[in-house]
């Protein structure tokens, strides 16, 4: 809804107008958010009905040309390589050819390459002929396979053709119905069953390196970045929590969120309990009673396991909810920092009170998100919003030029202007809102003074984490434990390798076949960390 407010003379704006013209611009602020919403419901009854939502319609990009570095014209064609195609290209094969019908006289001055690229796809059977040898006075000796042939969860079927299952289920996104058309098409005789074990069964070696990944990219990162996302699983709405930074991604998939989920998420599997001067910071921080506090530093600082940790409340008759979740909260960050993560870890997120651990850091992204949502009810309201969102990006570009060139000068300088920015009035309650939410997030917004490595946007995980989404819209959710647990494991290490320059099908060979080639990704992650070149095996490059 929109509509234009009469203009009123200065001798007209009394408090008592000024008063209702302030309420006019909240319910015409609540009354287009409320239209977005009914469109939003509107648009999914539509797809529950099997018809289609209203379209989102944006500017064609085809009648604005690419600048070119020098602004002055069209730049070339996005996508376009600007070196020679094959410049890179492992050479299989060579073939020389000659021309059949040559005329008389004619020289050989030479050879003109020209590259094909070619992919073979065919099904390859093998039979192996085990001979049985019979030993007096013992069982029968039968030949064993050779290395790689029969995989841990290979049965009947080759380590490249696991390879191949996995990287199209995880990498191209098919689903389990048309990946098992497609095997038929090339002539691989597998049942659905056997598709599905192949996928979800037997990969316990995917998981624990999974788990090294998330454990040695907390202790050698100064920050991560995280977000959530939905993920459905066995018809309910769940939650998927992703990790990580330029040197790991991690994934974990839960039925709810919250900050005790969240500190679960960056535990992993293993659940350490320790009480030390960040958990008692912690307690400090949330107001947990003296008293209490007293009682659980009397006693053992350890505990291993979510057994141990409840017995150790329950001998405390400590039962109260609030007091019980704080307590753990606090128990599981000693545990983090025990394990060797820096209790000065920043938390980069778009400001979910969940993620609000260690030292926390927002994203100026989302921080001016909710003035680019707002509806301008007049020129005024529009011009204020605009000059607001102005001083927003100039003072976002001069921290991120600070951030590329630290100048300890210039951070009172920039945090004075941070502090005119969210302590100005605007006469619009709307945009006073958003001003006084980035006021109260200052030290978040302002992280990067003091710690110039933390991105001042959330991007990167908003980025990794859209995987998850793109699975949502074409599965819709897992339907077992397992499926549930592969999904997020292969999603961390597909991301891992790509951020480690490893090509995830090279991986995917290398683990099948227990190779070996391809160091373990913890051990990428420490060397990428510290700028030391690996020690064992060579990772390819992507």
Same mark, same amino acid.
């Given at each position: 809804?929109?509509?234009?407010?009469?203009?009123?003379?200065?001798?007209?704006?009394?408090?008592?107008?000024?008063?209702?013209?302030?309420?006019?611009?909240?319910?015409?602020?609540?009354?287009?958010?409320?239209?977005?919403?009914?469109?939003?419901?509107?648009?999914?009854?539509?797809?529950?009905?099997?018809?289609?939502?209203?379209?989102?319609?944006?500017?064609?990009?085809?009648?604005?040309?690419?600048?070119?570095?020098?602004?002055?014209?069209?730049?070339?064609?996005?996508?376009?390589?600007?070196?020679?195609?094959?410049?890179?290209?492992?050479?299989?094969?060579?073939?020389?050819?000659?021309?059949?019908?040559?005329?008389?006289?004619?020289?050989?001055?030479?050879?003109?390459?020209?590259?094909?690229?070619?992919?073979?796809?065919?099904?390859?059977?093998?039979?192996?002929?085990?001979?049985?040898?019979?030993?007096?006075?013992?069982?029968?000796?039968?030949?064993?396979?050779?290395?790689?042939?029969?995989?841990?969860?290979g049965g009947h079927f080759g380590a490249n053709l696991i390879a191949y299952i996995l990287d199209q289920y995880h990498q191209?996104?098919?689903?389990?119905?048309?990946?098992?058309?497609?095997?038929?098409?090339?002539?691989?005789?597998?049942?659905?069953?056997?598709?599905?074990?192949?996928?979800?069964?037997?990969?316990?070696?995917?998981?624990?390196?999974?788990?090294?990944?998330?454990?040695?990219?907390?202790?050698?990162?100064?920050?991560?970045?995280?977000?959530?996302?939905?993920?459905?699983?066995?018809?309910?709405?769940?939650?998927?929590?992703?990790?990580?930074?330029?040197?790991?991604?991690?994934?974990?998939?839960?039925?709810?969120?919250?900050?005790?989920?969240?500190?679960?998420?960056?535990?992993?599997?293993?659940?350490?309990? !320790?009480?030390?001067?960040? #958990?008692?910071?912690?307690?400090? %921080?949330?107001?947990?009673?003296? =008293? $209490?506090?007293?009682? +659980? /530093?009397?006693?053992?600082?350890?505990?291993?396991?979510?057994?141990?940790?409840?017995?150790?409340? !329950?001998?405390?008759?400590? #039962?109260?909810?609030?007091?019980? %979740?704080?307590?753990?909260?606090? =128990? $599981?960050?000693?545990? +983090? /920092?025990?394990?060797?993560?820096?209790?000065?870890?920043?938390?980069?997120?778009?400001?979910?009170?969940?993620?609000?651990?260690?030292?926390?850091?927002?994203?100026?992204?989302?921080?001016?998100?909710?003035?680019?949502?707002?509806?301008?009810?007049?020129?005024?309201?529009?011009?204020?919003?605009?000059?607001?969102?102005?001083?927003?990006?100039?003072?976002?570009?001069?921290?991120?030029?600070?951030?590329?060139?630290?100048?300890?000068?210039?951070?009172?300088?920039?945090?004075?202007?941070?502090?005119?920015?969210?302590?100005?009035?605007?006469?619009?309650?709307?945009?006073?809102?958003?001003?006084?939410?980035?006021?109260?997030?200052?030290?978040?917004?302002?992280?990067?003074?003091?710690?110039?490595?933390?991105?001042?946007?959330?991007?990167?995980?908003?980025?990794?984490?859209?995987?998850?989404?793109?699975?949502?819209?074409?599965?819709?959710?897992?339907?077992?434990?397992?499926?549930?647990?592969?999904?997020?494991?292969?999603?961390?290490?597909?991301?891992?390798?790509?951020?480690?320059?490893?090509?995830?099908?090279?991986?995917?060979?290398?683990?099948?076949?227990?190779?070996?080639?391809?160091?373990?990704?913890a051990d990428l992650i420490r060397q990428k960390a510290r700028g030391t070149p690996a020690a064992n095996g060579q990772a390819?490059?992507?």
């Amino acid at each position: 809804m929109r509509f234009e407010l009469p203009d009123f003379r200065p001798e007209e704006r009394t408090p008592l107008v000024e008063a209702l013209l302030g309420i006019i611009r909240q319910l015409a602020d609540r009354v287009a958010e409320l239209e977005e919403t009914t469109q939003q419901l509107r648009d999914e009854i539509a797809v529950l009905k099997g018809q289609k939502p209203r379209p989102t319609i944006r500017p064609s990009i085809l009648l604005t040309p690419t600048p070119t570095p020098d602004g002055t014209g069209a730049g070339r064609r996005r996508g376009k390589p600007t070196r020679p195609k094959t410049a890179e290209l492992t050479i299989h094969h060579t073939v020389t050819l000659h021309h059949p019908e040559l005329p008389a006289g004619a020289t050989l001055r030479g050879y003109e390459a020209y590259v094909v690229q070619e992919l073979l796809i065919q099904n390859h059977n093998t039979r192996y002929l085990r001979a049985r040898y019979e030993v007096p006075g013992s069982a029968s000796v039968l030949a064993p396979f050779p290395a790689g042939v029969v995989p841990v969860a290979g049965g009947h079927f080759g380590a490249n053709l696991i390879a191949y299952i996995l990287d199209q289920y995880h990498q191209a996104q098919i689903t389990e119905p048309l990946l098992l058309e497609q095997l038929w098409e090339y002539g691989i005789d597998i049942s659905a069953g056997q598709l599905h074990r192949i996928l979800t069964a037997n990969h316990e070696s995917f998981h624990q390196e999974k788990a090294e990944v998330l454990a040695t990219g907390l202790a050698e990162s100064s920050y991560v970045g995280t977000d959530d996302t939905g993920a459905r699983h066995q018809g309910k709405n769940g939650y998927c929590t992703a990790l990580g930074n330029d040197l790991f991604a991690s994934f974990e998939s839960s039925d709810h969120k919250s900050r005790l989920n969240f500190l679960h998420v960056l535990q992993g599997t293993q659940r350490d309990y !320790a009480i030390n001067e960040t #958990t008692l910071a912690y307690w400090e %921080r949330q107001e947990l009673a003296a =008293a $209490l506090v007293e009682q +659980l /530093v009397q006693g053992p600082h350890t505990f291993v396991g979510a057994l141990a940790w409840q017995a150790r409340l !329950a001998a405390l008759a400590i #039962t109260d909810e609030r007091r019980v %979740r704080i307590a753990t909260e606090g =128990a $599981l960050l000693g545990g +983090l /920092v025990a394990r060797g993560v820096s209790p000065e870890l920043v938390v980069l997120s778009d400001g979910a009170p969940q993620f609000v651990v260690f030292v926390h850091a927002s994203c100026w992204i989302h921080a001016e998100r909710p003035l680019a949502k707002l509806v301008p009810h007049n020129d005024e309201h529009r011009a204020a919003i605009a000059h607001v969102r102005t001083q927003i990006w100039e003072l976002y570009q001069d921290l991120k030029a600070y951030r590329e060139q630290p100048d300890e000068a210039r951070r009172p300088v920039l945090a004075a202007r941070f502090d005119a920015l969210v302590e100005q009035r605007t006469g619009y309650p709307s945009i006073n809102g958003v001003l006084k939410e980035m006021r109260d997030h200052k030290a978040d917004l302002l992280r990067v003074l003091e710690r110039p490595e933390v991105p001042l946007h959330n991007n990167g995980m908003e980025s990794d984490i859209r995987e998850y989404v793109k699975r949502r819209k074409i599965s819709g959710g897992t339907r077992s434990a397992a499926g549930r647990r592969c999904r997020d494991t292969f999603a961390s290490l597909k991301k891992t390798c790509r951020k480690l320059g490893v090509r995830f099908w090279d991986y995917l060979q290398d683990r099948v076949r227990g190779l070996g080639q391809i160091p373990r990704l913890a051990d990428l992650i420490r060397q990428k960390a510290r700028g030391t070149p690996a020690a064992n095996g060579q990772a390819v490059p992507v």
